[in-house]
């Protein structure tokens, strides 16, 4: 956790300097905004019941746009992390994210652009079903994702566009060898032994998938103090997947969108829903007896969150 918040700290520090020296940069644009949200409620003797909760959340949204002749290059930088207390139990995480899009363009007419990018996703610190369970099932780059996309953009308007690309590889990493043994997040599992126990350290660390992909993007002020970041986008693998469950799309769909409401120059109201599709993914659990399993998981999931709380905009 210290880890975590020195991380963040040397983040804005670093970001607000390159703020206030912007113009040096030029044609750099670098902007973006941070934000902590933090929620709290107790209850004594309280007859319509309850259970005393706190909750925190920090979030860090790092832009750069550079523009030259007929190139551009825009990246964001998406880190989120959060934790809760509820009761009696302990203290655990219920937000962790690092998140890095690149996107390079060149623009070969008003409206269509040669196009490649990058996508990197993972997260900070051990994740874990809930506050009762001590084995960790997720992890830094367990899993991580990385999908290079090239092929070519349709942008008619500033702010959509739309990215396409019949030949992209995925990469999927579950770099702890404890996870990768189950085939934790879709990896190829552990080799089973004559007496049915798994053969430990055999379990594959990376995943390769190849396809095709597209992606939807809108981002947008709707109004002085509204603006809307959205991003969808799905993955088509062309290869064979024996984690795929039968008669299931080798399709991946993601839809992230993030609303920021600005109250006034330090307060702001935000929103964010993830939906995600992946029927190579699988639910990692621990069981009563502390046996961890994964089983499929082809079901729609869904992510949200609502806040309140101190934002900086730079």
């Known amino acids: 956790m210290k880890k975590v918040l020195l991380f963040f700290t040397a983040v804005i520090i670093t970001a607000a300097a390159i703020a206030q020296d912007a113009d040096t940069l030029k044609p750099w644009k670098i902007y973006g905004l941070g934000s902590l949200s933090i929620s709290q409620a107790s209850f004594s003797n309280w007859s319509a019941g309850g259970e005393n909760s706190f909750s925190g ?20 930088l998406n880190m989120k992390y959060g934790m809760i207390k509820t009761g009696d139990d302990d203290l655990y995480k219920n937000e962790d994210l690092i998140e890095l899009i690149s996107q390079y363009n060149y623009e070969l007419s008003k409206v269509w652009r040669a196009s490649a990018q990058l996508n990197f996703t993972t997260q900070f610190a051990e ?17 991580g994702y990385l999908t290079i996309t090239p092929g070519v953009t349709y942008q008619p308007v500033d702010y959509f566009s739309i990215l396409i690309s019949p030949i992209t590889p995925k990469a999927i990493f579950v770099l702890d060898q404890d996870l990768a043994d189950i085939g934790a997040f879709g990896v190829d599992k552990a080799d089973t032994l004559a007496d049915g126990s798994i053969d430990k350290g055999t379990g594959q660390t990376s995943k390769l998938k190849f396809g095709a992909f597209v992606e939807f993007y809108l981002k947008k002020e709707l109004k002085t103090d509204l603006a809307i970041e959205s991003r969808l986008n799905a993955f088509y693998n062309y290869l064979d997947n024996n984690n795929f469950p039968d008669g299931a799309v080798p399709l991946d769909v993601n839809w992230q969108t993030f609303l920021n409401y600005t109250l006034n120059k330090w307060f702001s109201v935000s929103f964010f ?18 046996m961890v399993t994964v089983s499929p998981n082809d079901k729609l999931q869904v992510k949200q969150t609502l ?3 101190l934002t900086y905009n730079f």
Do not use: R
């Open 273 to 290: 829903i993830h939906l995600a599709y992946q029927p190579g993914d699988v639910l990692v659990v621990t069981d009563d007896t502390g």
């Open 307 to 309: 806040g309140i709380g």
């Open 57 to 76: 959340t920090a979030l860090l949204k790092l832009y750069t746009d550079y523009t030259h002749n007929k190139s551009t290059w825009n990246t964001v």
């Open 127 to 143: 994740g874990y079903e809930n506050a009762d369970v001590d084995h960790y099932i997720s992890k830094f780059m367990a899993p």
